[in-house]
């Protein structure tokens, strides 16, 4: 892996060079082994918090960590393409506009012990900036290449804080081309329902019950790039103990390989549509 300015790896994109690297401020991560028409993303998987943030925030590691989407990059990463945040969701959020990507409030409870000095405003949003400048790149150049890309937006979330029986799997779809793609988000929800998970945990999955699908990410690359599907994909923590910080990583495995097989699958899919 090598570490490069976000202008170098724009520059090995639109060569069609493979690489990986982390952005050389460590807020992000990229493979490209070749240049396929499929992505898959983990923008929340990231926990690093910058060190002149630690005094000014209220919420403890743990309550950080509970938010983010711990796993997610490695249950996709055999993939051809991944991108994946490094930094915390609570330094800035990926998968929301630069007006609102840093918090004010997180989850009902105030963010910061005083507001932040412009300078941390404007380092965050730098980042956040860069991350999308690579995005714009890489799926321009996978269109110009393919005519489509088909991108798994990989996110989780912690179902035990719902009041009612949730699904493991998620497909949030409002911002999509449903006339164009709705057949084939149910696609991808049927397989994703015929995992075989660990420990009798049922692959239960659902569309827009308990996420729609509002994320920048998708609404950034769908906004700009007209013949990319992005689908949500949400899985609930039940990869780990959510209220207690331990991960099951037998679960993350067998989540892992059967991505693995079914991805490519989806792929097949979304090329045949076309």
Known sequence: MLRLPVGEMVRLI????????????YSFRIKIEEYA?????????????????????????????????????????????TLAGCDSRFEYDLNR???????EDAWGKKLWKSPLPESEHRRSLDKHQAFYRVVHALIGKLEALHGAVLVIDMHSYNHKRWQR?????NLGTRNIDNIRFGALAETWRSRLADMAL???IPATSRINDTFQGNGYFLKYITGNFENTLVLATEIAKVYCDELSGILYPEVV???R????????????EFRKSL
């Open 253 to 255: 495995s067998a989540v």
């Open 97 to 103: 506009p630069p007006e609102t990507a840093i918090y």
């Open 165 to 169: 029986e949730v699904p493991t799997w």
């Open 198 to 200: 660990p420990h009798g």
């Open 14 to 25: 639109g060569q069609e060079t493979p690489f990986e690297a982390v952005a050389d401020d």
């Open 37 to 81: 028409p499929l992505v898959c993303g983990a923008v929340h998987d990231g926990h690093q918090f910058r060190k002149s943030l630690w005094e000014r925030c209220t919420h403890s590691e743990y309550e950080r960590w509970y938010e983010e989407d711990p796993c997610t990059l490695e249950m996709v990463k055999d993939h051809p393409i």
């Open 257 to 268: 390989r059967q991505l693995k097989e079914l991805i490519p699958l989806q792929l097949a």
